[in-house]
């Protein structure tokens, strides 16, 4: 297991020139950011400007048409290198929990970690039984998904994810899908990532936790970055046109 090409000194993601396409249609239109350890960068803007796309494009669940993506000093858009190592450092949650149904939550947090990760059961176990603890699972070790409600299911999957040590995690509108009364309890453990230095990029239309948790707010439209800064300096001030509609119909 080679590790030495991390380089944790260099930014977590440092994204130069994105573009991609999907067929005729250009998503990313040339995206330029830098994320350094411990910042929460977070995106909004408008349905299909791209959103999604960029955050699946540095884990390379898309494959950028042009530009480079590298991840803490390693360059994944090279087609020599390890994709799997370096995805293995991101942690991803998306709207949807993609719980496996058929098995407990103890379950769906040890799998991975035996398969991709190879420890035995007792340490596997034991490492999930701590995340569980992290965000306030862990008296649900034994239960199903089924018997969750949105809120604890959301937050068994941001478990999971940290159960693989990841150095980031990419969240795509968390809280999309739950119920008003349930958005609250996972942006508390989203907010305790953050407060323990998570390096995070987060997908959402959730104003107050950008306003309040995010180091950086990032407004896209058209495939572009239109608009970047200060959370409570964007949501108070923007300087676009479009930005001003946007937060004004979210608002
Ligand atoms: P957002 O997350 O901001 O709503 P997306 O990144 O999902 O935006 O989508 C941006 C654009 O890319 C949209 O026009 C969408 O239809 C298109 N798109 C996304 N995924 C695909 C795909 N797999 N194939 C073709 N077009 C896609
Ligand atoms: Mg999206």
């Known amino acids: 297991m080679t590790t030495d090409l991390i380089n944790l000194s260099a930014p977590a993601i440092d994204i130069q020139g994105l573009v991609k396409h999907y067929g005729d249609n250009e998503v990313l239109k040339g995206i330029d950011l830098t994320v350094n350890a411990g910042e929460v960068v977070c995106v909004i803007g408008p349905s299909g400007s791209g959103k999604s796309t960029l955050l699946r494009s540095v884990n390379m669940l898309e494959e950028p048409t042009g530009g480079k993506i590298v991840i803490e000093g390693i360059d994944i858009t090279d087609p020599d290198i390890d994709i799997d190592r370096v995805r293995a450092r991101i942690g991803m949650v998306f709207q949807s929990f993609n719980l496996f149904p058929h098995m407990s939550v103890l379950g769906n947090l040890t799998i991975a970690q035996r398969q991709v990760k190879k420890r035995g059961k007792a340490e596997a176990e034991k490492v999930a039984k701590e995340m569980l603890e992290r965000v306030g699972m862990g008296h649900k070790a034994d239960a199903y998904p089924s018997h969750l409600s949105g809120g604890q299911q959301q937050r068994v999957a941001i478990a999971r994810s940290l159960c693989m040590n990841p150095d980031m995690m990419l969240f795509d509108e968390p809280t999309s899908a739950l119920d ?72």
């Open 180 to 251: 008003p009364e349930l958005v609250g309890e996972v942006l508390q453990v989203m907010r305790t990532l953050a407060d323990e230095g998570m390096t995070m990029m987060v997908v959402t239309h959730e104003m107050g936790f950008a306003r309040e948790v995010g180091s950086r707010l990032i407004f896209m439209d058209g495939g572009h970055i239109l608009e970047e800064g200060d959370p409570r300096e964007v949501l108070a001030n923007p300087q676009h046109q479009r930005t001003k509609d946007f937060l004004a119909r979210v608002l």
